[in-house]
């Protein structure tokens, strides 16, 4: 059985949402990995959960980025293994290196929780349960969720394939009111390079089942346990 | 000192406290009335030094003394098979089954929110979650009930704007969800804005944690932030009316910080499962001195403190800053001495600043040290048991004579569908989804309704069927109109509303918002309400298992004084069986049979209809048979959790009109109904009126008659009104001009939200 490493970060405040949504909806193994660690141990896929690390207080995710385990993190995505990144996990990985752009201040300058529809742009390890243009409903909670880059990185992101979700109406067409941060090109997930490092603002750990709302989060899921299982 | 070991603390040899004595003058600005500095006097045997006298006047403050409520809240019932944990401790507990119980607790913190909305709301909350882990219970959810000033003016926008923001960044952050609660505005909160929070937390029966120190020898631990000169004298600032100098207060105001309690409620969770703690407290109002105090008092133990070497932020503070101040995310622990080392590893792992600043005592005395030298020495008893007042009641004839208006000779509107879209848009009634949106109200992933969509919050207990369902309820206006019976129909429909998504109510929280009450009309007031929140909750079987009072909610204007409407905002939790078994709001089926069930009739006294359309705060409250009232609430929890029922609403506020169309909009479907004239005696009461003891189920075709017999059975009235489906809200009533209402959705869904939306546009 693959073991899913689960990054925790002081102010982390999905890593238990994250570790229930591996170990006890999937039954696969999900073990904590605490900051100051230099070792990841023997892992096969990396989540970085969702949160407030460090409370956000300087950039979200800019304090995260430098700490100990964060080597070990880039060590593990070097040797190709799969990194996924959720919200402040996103946030994490663009300060870190791993991922180009950056997460800004959501165009309305406030919170924003509610569910919204993503359609699967580009099929990756991540996304490999999905049909291509395949419309799921998660929710998204973030206050800084507005995807920003220069012009070359989203004309390389769009030509490479790597831009994996994004943000669509419920008929799967993309219009200015279903952008619920005000992301550029509606972008709501990447991947890296490689196609192993991916972010993604909305919460696929909190639709995985049927009583909360929505399962459409479940092959994210279930694709990142088939990868690691593969690894 | 180093980690480890107990603070020392210098042989107990009788000798007197060294400092500076406090005088009549000065023991008033703590809040001592002179009559109260002579009972100090008394207890102490000699005058009060100033760090004595300011810890006097802080515990016996109204916030943490209760002098002018504890006589009256003594009143309320306490006790129930399901209740682990009554008033006393930092918070209720009651059991919901299968080993699991819920840690509940609402507090006010209006005046800090007054004065600094952001930081006020936020620390509101963090306060409240400090005591739902103190008890070893992880917080699950929070509820805020929130009332500001009429919502054009930009005193209500920024308070409003503010607050939310607090309420959102402390929540969010933190994470734990925030899934309910209510809004209201009404001009007489325009200076004093009313934020009271609620927090659940859960928890294994083992789990449960007292605030106590113990036995003689146990370490007493601080952990957390450092303490500062914010917050100082917040229990006083809490007591006192508010005025225009109140914005000097602004440092009695504290700043939160989410980030720090993150690693408190972790640190504290895991060393109570580790049973490294004997007793847990937060550091509330009146900071160290109160938690301090009562953890001493419930284990009946006197403590030796070393005020020296408290962490501190700011140079030069005396014992008595220290002692009061209120500075945010810190708590007390006790420890077994042989535990300390472990316990402190522990601590410091989560990178918290920790360490041993006094010791239990054999003695029964509240002792501060500096070094090798007393600073003050107080009997621990008289300190947590505050003089109480017991004053002289007389309603405002004023409110007498509005309640006895003639509402008979009323004019009828020419317009039942414009009255509807005008409540639809009233900012009370009006969807909140503006501000819900800005918590997160799913992590944690447990939230099974979220706001908005439902009666109640519900939220699943892993690894259980169980659900919990929470709410807040309180109409201001009734209450204000008619005290005992607005607050016994706070209760009620707190009940009603767990009962629609198909919870039993098991227990509540209060929190009792009134003026100033050395002010005999607003003494009864509190007076009448807290005899109608007893009278309620026994009918219902809902025992109080703590809460707050916040007293002084009164604003100094230059034309005299203005006082809030009476407020006892009542939080009530309930246990689903079977979390499946629940209901939403929203019409869920074409075709599905809707029905009116209950017991009463609607009337239009104190109705919002009655305020937004006719500009009239007058009449009687809806009339309340609690026994009728509570036989609704079996019979409604009944059909959810026996599976006959899964759309319900209360009848609330705007009536059967306005419950019918929350019902339509939130499912996104309309509804074609026919009201009965029989209802009412005018066709404006049976659309508008509001009552004790209606609502309104939707079901398939195949279980209307089902429904029918169950609530036949237990003698309830049931009207089948019309069905589900369609594009338009058709309501229809004989006597109305055009046969009634006809309206699309779309033109009841822009008057629906566009009110607070607009309200918190920038």
């Known amino acids: 059985m693959p073991t899913i490493a689960v990054l925790r970060f002081p102010g982390s405040n999905c890593d238990d949402d994250t570790r229930h949504a591996f170990a006890a909806v999937f039954d696969a193994r999900a073990c904590f990995v605490w ?88 099929t990756t390890p991540f996304t490999a349960r999905y049909r291509p243009g395949e419309r799921l409903r998660l929710p998204v909670a973030h206050h800084e969720g507005r995807f920003v880059a220069d012009e070359a990185t989203l004309e390389r992101l769009e030509g490479e394939g790597r831009v994996v979700l994004r943000y669509v109406a419920a008929d799967g067409e993309r219009r200015p009111d279903a952008n619920p941060n005000g992301s550029l090109h509606d972008i709501a997930g990447i991947v890296d390079e490689r196609g192993t490092v991916m972010g993604m603002m909305p919460h696929p750990e909190r639709a995985l089942e049927p009583l909360l709302g929505s399962s459409d989060g479940r092959g994210l899921v279930q694709a990142l346990i088939d990868t690691a299982a593969a690894a | 000192m180093s980690g480890g070991t107990v603070a020392s603390v210098p042989a107990l040899v009788p000798r007197l406290p060294v400092g500076v004595v406090a005088g009549p003058e000065q023991a008033e600005r703590f809040g001592l009335a002179p009559e109260e500095y002579r009972q100090v006097i008394a207890h102490l045997g000699r005058e009060p030094l100033a760090v004595e006298a300011g810890m006097f006047g802080a515990l016996w403050s109204e916030h943490c003394g209760y002098k002018n409520s504890r006589p009256l809240l003594r009143r309320l019932p306490t006790t129930g098979p399901q209740v682990l944990q009554g008033p006393g401790e930092n918070a209720g507990v009651v059991d919901v089954g299968d080993g699991w119980g819920v840690a509940f607790k609402m507090e006010s913190h209006n005046h800090p929110s007054a004065v600094e909305p952001v930081q006020g709301a936020a620390t509101g909350v963090g306060g409240i979650l400090r005591d739902i882990f103190a008890m070893g219970a992880r917080p699950f959810a929070v509820l805020d009930a929130l009332r500001f000033g009429d919502h054009t003016t930009a005193r209500t926008r920024y308070l409003l704007d503010g607050v939310v923001r607090g309420i959102a960044g402390y929540g969010n952050a933190i994470g734990v969800p925030t899934v309910g609660g209510e809004i209201g505005f009404h001009a007489c909160f325009e200076q004093n804005p009313l934020v009271n929070v609620m927090a659940l937390g859960l ?16 370490a007493l631990v601080y ?95 005396t014992p008595l800053e220290v002692m009061l101040s209120e500075s945010q995310e810190r708590m007390v622990l006790t420890a077994r001495p042989d535990q300390v080392a472990a316990l402190l590893a522990l601590l410091r792992h989560w990178e918290l600043e920790a360490l041993v600043v006094g010791q239990v005592a054999e003695h029964d005395r509240f002792r501060l040290w500096e070094g090798e030298t007393l600073v003050g020495d107080m009997p621990v008893a008289p300190l947590n048991e505050a003089p109480t007042y017991v004053r002289e009641g007389r309603e405002d004839p004023a409110v007498r004579a509005a309640r006895a208006y003639d509402l008979r000779a009323l004019p009828l509107p020419d317009d039942a569908g414009a009255v509807l879209l005008r409540l639809l848009a009233d900012p009370g009634i009006a969807s909140k989804e503006a501000v819900y949106r800005q918590y997160d109200h799913q992590v944690m992933t447990n939230t099974v309704l979220v706001p908005g969509a439902a009666d109640a919050a519900v939220l699943r207990i892993k690894g259980s069927r169980r659900g919990v369902a929470a709410t807040i309820d309180c109409n201001s206006r009734y209450v204000y109109l008619a005290p005992r019976l607005g607050a016994a129909l706070a209760a009620v429909e707190a009940a009603r509303n767990l009962a629609a998504v198909g919870a039993t109510p098991l227990g509540v929280t209060d929190c009792l918002n009134f003026g100033n009450p050395t002010v005999p009309e607003t003494y009864y007031q509190l007076q009448e309400a807290v005899e109608g929140l007893r009278e309620a909750c026994l009918a219902l079987s809902t025992p109080v298992t703590g809460g707050n009072v916040s007293l002084y909610n009164q604003y100094r204007a230059e034309e005299g004084p203005q006082a809030i409407h009476p407020t006892p905002s009542v939080g009530m939790v309930g246990v689903l069986p079977d979390v499946e078994r629940r209901a939403g709001m929203g019409l869920r089926r074409e075709g599905d049979v809707v029905l009116l069930i209950g017991a009463g009739e609607p009337a239009i006294g104190a109705s919002s209809y009655l305020w937004e359309v006719h500009g009239l705060e007058a009449g009687t409250p809806p009339a309340l048979d609690l026994e009728a009232a509570a036989r609704l609430v079996n019979c409604l929890a009944r059909l959810v959790q026996d599976g006959l029922v899964d759309t319900a609403h209360d009848v609330g506020e705007g009536g059967l009109a306005v419950a019918l169309a929350e019902m339509a909009l939130l499912g996104g479907r309309g509804v074609d109904v026919e009201v009965p004239p029989r209802l009412a005696p005018r066709w404006d009461a049976a659309l508008f009126g509001e009552a004790a003891a209606l609502a309104l189920v939707a079901v398939p075709e195949g279980r209307a008659a089902d429904v029918e017999r169950a609530v036949a059975a237990v003698s309830l009235r049931v009207e089948r009104l019309g069905r589900a489906g369609g594009e338009d809200l058709r309501i229809r009533h004989r006597d109305a001009p055009a046969g009634g209402i006809d309206l699309t959705l779309e033109r009841a869904r822009s008057a629906f939200e566009s009110t607070i939306a607009e309200a918190l546009a920038t």
């Not at chain 2, 928890?203 to 146990?218: C, F, I, K, Y």
């Not at chain 2, 895991?270 to 407290?281: P, T």
Request: hydrophobic share 45%; proline share 3%; with cysteine.
């Open chain 2, 203 to 218: 928890l294994r029966h083992e789990q449960l944690q007292s605030g106590t120190v113990g036995e003689a020898g146990n």
């Open chain 1, 35 to 122: 900051h100051t660690e230099r070792e990841l141990g023997a892992v096969d896929a990396v989540v970085v959960p969702g949160g407030f690390s460090y409370g956000d207080y300087l950039r979200s995710g800019a304090l995260a980025a430098h700490s100990p385990v964060m080597g070990a993190v880039r060590a593990f995505a070097r040797r190709g293994g799969a990194v996924l990144g959720i919200c402040n996990g996103f946030q994490i990985l663009t300060e870190a290196g791993l991922l180009p752009g950056a997460l800004a201040q959501n165009e309305g300058l406030r919170f924003v929780c509610r569910d919204v529809f993503v359609r699967v742009e580009a």
């Open chain 2, 223 to 317: 952990v957390g932030s450092r303490t500062g000169r914010d917050g100082l004298g917040g229990a006083v600032f809490a007591s006192a009316d508010l005025s225009e100098a109140s914005a000097a207060d602004r440092p009695a105001v504290q700043v939160g910080d989410p980030f720090m309690e993150k690693l408190l409620l972790e640190a504290c969770l895991e060393a109570i499962e580790a049973g490294l703690v004997v007793g847990v407290q937060d550091m509330g109002a009146a900071g160290l001195t109160s938690s301090v105090a009562e953890m001493a008092h419930r284990a009946g133990r006197g403590v030796d403190l070393r005020v020296d070497l408290i962490p501190r932020r700011e140079h030069g503070m």
